[in-house]
């Protein structure tokens, strides 16, 4: 036991408490009569600590431990996802942080808003770093927003992340409140703003569009965006989401059988009907290609598998709002029913699509 506890870190006091309350009970003993660990009681170990560490109390460890359908693979992966989490927050608070006495160093004033913007860093912030490992423009879906963009030849892009789906052939200006994202944005590509779409820096009617790309959902008043990209544009293109259908909830497998939480994460997101009414919009659905080449959350549709790497999700902001318990429950189950066969069995019927229709929708005005 004084062996284990020196390699661990911790007293042998705490192993003896572990031991007591049934978290980890030595399951050996040595010729002389001690408490001897094995090699899985040593792996248990190493997962209560680890759980431990990242805040977690004592009875909850005995639960994630005690899940005899969990095992070490498992664990670990889950412990990974954690560890991302929490990292991607922490860089998110020393951007906010950096941005901070950058100003006061500079002796500008610094708001209370952004003052607490360090406790609550924009979500992009926290996402934003893995953006450009899999969101890049898909080629069809653009052809479909830039058909609507008709003959602008000055564009505004609000939200415009890293800059997906900019038109390389129209005069661009970009607006983006994540610096994070902003720095990602590639050489060369259209100068960006430092604005939030509720309040636009620009003149009434100075673009010819306004486009916005998988954004809307993030903005604090979404119908507040949008009269504003109809009052700075002639005309206003948006590629958001419909909530009005009954059973949207139910239209993506991954929602359906594993992440039942996505639903709330929209749950205050305004009807498709009031975004349209707002600027005078008319509909069409976006089809999601099979292999579609921007990672948005319903990309995968055809490949699951996708949907177990760490890379892939972190650039998928719903992993982030349903928080890394619910993440890593959707995953271990979408896991198990790959190895078993059962996704395949419960969705044969995607296998042949080409393209799946799971609630995009382009609004034009």
Request: aromatic share 8%; proline share 5%.
């Amino acid at each position: 036991m004084g062996r284990v506890a020196a390699l661990a870190g911790v007293s042998v006091r705490t192993l003896h408490h572990y031991d007591e309350i049934g978290l980890v009970r030595p399951s050996a003993r040595t010729a002389a009569g001690y408490r001897a660990y094995s090699a899985g009681d040593v792996e248990r170990l190493r997962e209560v600590l680890a759980y431990r560490r990242l805040g977690f109390g004592l009875r909850e460890v005995a639960e994630l431990v005690g899940d005899p359908s969990t095992d070490a693979v498992a664990h670990l992966r889950r412990l990974r996802g954690l560890l991302l989490e929490r990292r991607d927050r922490a860089d998110a608070m020393v951007s906010a942080i950096d941005r901070e006495l950058e100003a006061r160093a500079k002796g500008l004033n610094v708001t209370p808003e952004e003052q607490l913007e360090m406790l609550g860093a924009r979500l992009y912030d926290a996402i934003g770093g893995a953006y450009t490992a899999t969101r890049r423009t898909e080629p069809r879906i653009a052809a479909q927003i830039w058909d609507a963009l008709g003959d602008a030849q000055t564009v505004l892009n609000v939200g415009a992340g890293t800059g997906s789906y900019e038109p390389a052939d129209r005069d661009v200006t970009a607006v983006e409140p994540s610096a994070v994202m902003r720095e990602q944005r590639p050489a060369g590509s259209a100068p960006c703003v430092a604005a939030a779409a509720e309040s636009l820096p620009f003149e009434d009617q100075s673009f010819d569009v306004a486009m916005a790309v998988s954004t809307v959902h993030h903005w604090g008043d979404p119908i507040a965006g949008l009269r504003e990209m109809r009052r700075v544009a002639r005309r206003v293109v948006v590629l958001t989401f419909d909530t009005d259908e009954p059973g949207w909830q139910d239209r993506f497998w991954l929602a359906r059988d594993y992440l039942p939480e996505f639903a709330a994460v929209l749950a205050g997101f305004p009807p498709l009907a009031g975004m349209a009414d707002a600027i005078g919009a008319r509909a069409e659905p976006v089809p999601i290609p099979w292999d579609c080449a921007d990672g948005l959350f319903e990309a995968y549709w055809r490949r699951p598998g996708a949907y177990l790497e760490d890379r892939v999700r972190r650039a998928m902001s719903v992993w982030t709002r349903v928080g890394p318990e619910a993440e890593q429950r959707a995953v271990r189950s979408l896991g198990d029913d790959l190895d078993s066969g059962r996704w395949a069995e419960r969705n044969s019927d995607l296998t042949d699509l080409d393209a799946a229709d799971l609630g995009l929708r382009l609004l034009t005005a």
